[in-house]
């Protein structure tokens, strides 16, 4: 509603407000990103007569009393309550004022309209049987952008364990496997594997089986380390990934770094991961792609080296990751051929990102949808 009121994305030349006057739009005001109504300093020929003063919107009238805004001061000023609701209710501030109700739906795309109607009643994907429209190409398009979006919040995440104080080499082994034994304690334990990674890092060792001793004694034996044995199978267990963390933390240490400053450098994983055994195993490709790939596009960034950049992003829009279909099954009630969503991590984030918050305006889909 926010979107549809700042964009004026209605027929703006008759409007009328639910009581009968006439209603022009001179300015809609300023988005409010804090406290209070929706948009301040909005400015409103109603009835011929000017008004200045702040506008909410709801999908429905109820969400006045429901949101509190009949007790809250802050809303005193509000002197239009715009809602996509048929026979809305009249409501009032605190001071006792009743702001004059605009419903919106008359004066909208009809593909628009029905899709705000049945936006908060949808269980399914907002745009289910909510759009007549919807374009399999811009889906598609509005994909592959999650796809791009996913890589930089892969990248942020990494970065969230890269220490500025230290050497740069160091600084970015030790990201690295925190990042690698943070995926490996998904999804119940990443903060106890990510507390162990930081505890070994503080450790020396001469071989890998002094490394796993090391390991077992700080994991089992810290009352602090509190592990979620909860709904794991037995290949997640906490002992199985520690002893598989253990070995990709041996391999990023006693890797020179020079060898991840090549555009070759993202095959080093897979050798890592025949060493190991776990060349098949499905969590060790999706780490590939959304932390050791993440981390040498950082490397890239950092070393200014377009030819890794290049090449890693040439790999993450190849990738073919083993996403359970579970997880994208919603894409299912859609019209749109699964070969468009399947096997690309971007369709994760779109469910995550955009889908799930129901952050509509600001994907492609409806904007494509509304405009067809």
Known sequence: MQWVWN????????????????????????????????????RLLIDG???????????????????????????????????????????????????????????????LASFLSNFDRSRSLPCSGNLTF??????????????????????????CFFSPSISQSLAWKNALILSIFDGLGISGNRHQMRELASTLLTKKYESLAQLKSEATNIAFENPDIKWNYKGLRPHSHPSKRINTAIEFFHFVKSTPFEHFLTPESHKIWFKWCGNIGIQNAGLPKILYATVFLPSLYFLGKLFQSEKIIDSVKNEWNLFSA?????????????????????????????????CKPKKCSECLVLKKAISS
């Open 322 to 354: 083993p996403i359970p279909k579970i997880l994208l099954s919603e894409f299912t009630q859609l019209n749109i051929s699964p070969s468009v969503y399947q096997k690309k991590l971007g369709s994760v984030h779109q469910l995550r990102e955009y």
């Open 134 to 159: 919807l374009s399999q190409e811009i889906f598609q398009e509005q994909i592959e952008r999650s796809h791009q979006e996913y890589l930089s919040k892969k990248v942020d995440d990494f970065l």
């Open 49 to 111: 007569m000017e008004w200045h003063g702040s506008v909410e919107l709801h999908l429905i009238s109820s969400g006045w009393v429901s949101h509190n805004h009949h007790t809250d001061r802050n809303y005193n000023n509000v002197v239009l309550h715009v809602v996509a609701e048929n026979s809305p209710r009249k409501v009032h501030t605190l001071s006792g004022s009743a702001p004059f109700t605009l419903n919106i739906l008359p004066y909208i795309h009809s593909g």
């Open 7 to 42: 964009e004026l994305l209605f027929d703006t030349t008759s409007l009328t407000t639910e009581c009968g006057k006439s209603l022009r739009i001179l300015n809609q005001g300023i988005l409010n990103r804090s406290d209070g109504p929706d948009f301040k300093s909005s």
